[in-house]
């Protein structure tokens, strides 16, 4: 599977951001066979899940860190998965991942980068104080 981000930039603190992963090259899969994580890395720290979908029932997690901030979506016609980023802090500054798996994701094991296969080149997100 492939992966492509789009939609970072430059925000100011307050202000909101909507990132894109629109994917392809399922093979003989569906997008629905599919969870779909965001990431995200800052400078000096360690990668972070921060949410995912399960394509199929369209589950959601959270990390604490967005929860009631960011929100995930998808659009199975589009083969996209969106991340509606409100309330932007400074500390939301990273570079932005998309990852897929095949594999389920429930509550416990979400956030685990070793779960997921494909990866996107990644988005640069800055919010501005």
């Known amino acids: 599977v492939q992966l492509v981000e789009s939609g970072g930039g430059l925000v100011q603190a307050g202000g909101s951001l909507r990132l894109s992963c629109a994917a392809s090259?399922?093979?003989?899969?569906?997008?629905?066979?599919?969870?779909i994580a965001w990431f995200r890395q800052a400078p000096g720290k360690e990668r972070e899940g921060i949410s995912c979908?399960?394509?199929?029932?369209?589950?959601?997690y959270y990390g604490d860190s967005v929860k009631g901030r960011f929100t995930i979506s998808n659009d199975a016609a589009k083969n996209t998965v969106y991340l509606q980023m409100h309330s932007l802090k400074p500390e939301d500054t990273a570079v932005y991942y998309c990852a897929a798996s095949i594999r389920y994701q429930s509550e416990n094991n979400w956030y685990l980068a070793s779960r997921f296969d494909s990866w996107g080149q990644g988005i640069q997100v800055t919010v501005s104080s």
């Open positions: 090259g399922f093979g003989f899969t569906f997008f629905d066979d599919y969870a």
């Open positions: 979908i399960n394509n199929s029932e369209r589950s959601t």
